[in-house]
């Protein structure tokens, strides 16, 4: 990812905003609904998002707000990190913003309940993250983890065994 610039604080934030490169395929639910993403390999881009995550981690950021929608697709078809790291700011600006349906499936319980953000609250947030982007199924219910199920068969779990995915996932809950 290349970075454009930034932008100053502003009276809503006192944090400085990065401008990145234009990623053209959008978030990655987008993408994969898009003609150029049905063929993509699902797999690998769980494995860029927690690439990700793991490059935020050993730099001591937390995420804090990851959803299929913060994960957005470049020229290539990578999958890049989108919205990270400025969560709690957020909390204090307006804290309905983390309570949303939309978000709430992806939102660790001890996060939900007041707790704050950490490492381990990032990774059940990429195991329903990760469950969405390979299956198609959206996380409907907080905190529980999806039930082994029919979902739809994609191609890109052909070479992967999909019973050690399902597996690693759970360990994500």
Not at 127 to 154: C, E
């Amino acid at each position: 990812m290349c970075f454009v610039g930034a932008i100053d604080p502003t009276e809503y934030s006192s944090q400085w905003s990065i401008v990145s490169e234009y990623m053209p395929h959008g978030d990655v639910l987008a993408y994969l609904d898009s003609e150029a993403g049905r063929q993509a390999d699902r797999v690998a881009l769980a494995y860029q998002v927690a690439q990700g995550l793991e490059h935020l981690h050993n730099q001591q950021i937390i995420h804090a707000n990851l959803t299929p929608s913060n994960v957005l697709i470049g020229h290539g078809g990578q999958a890049v990190l989108a919205d990270f790291g400025y969560i709690s700011e957020l909390e204090s600006f307006a804290p309905d913003r983390l309570t949303t349906r939309k978000k709430a499936p992806f939102i660790a319980p001890e996060v939900a309940a007041g707790g704050s953000s950490t490492e381990l609250s990032d990774v059940f947030s990429f195991g329903k993250t990760a469950f969405q982007i390979l299956t198609g199924v959206a996380p409907s219910k907080p905190h529980v983890w999806p039930q082994r199920g029919p979902y739809r068969y994609n191609r890109s779990w052909a070479s992967h065994n999909t019973v050690t995915i399902y597996e690693f996932l759970s360990r994500c809950f």
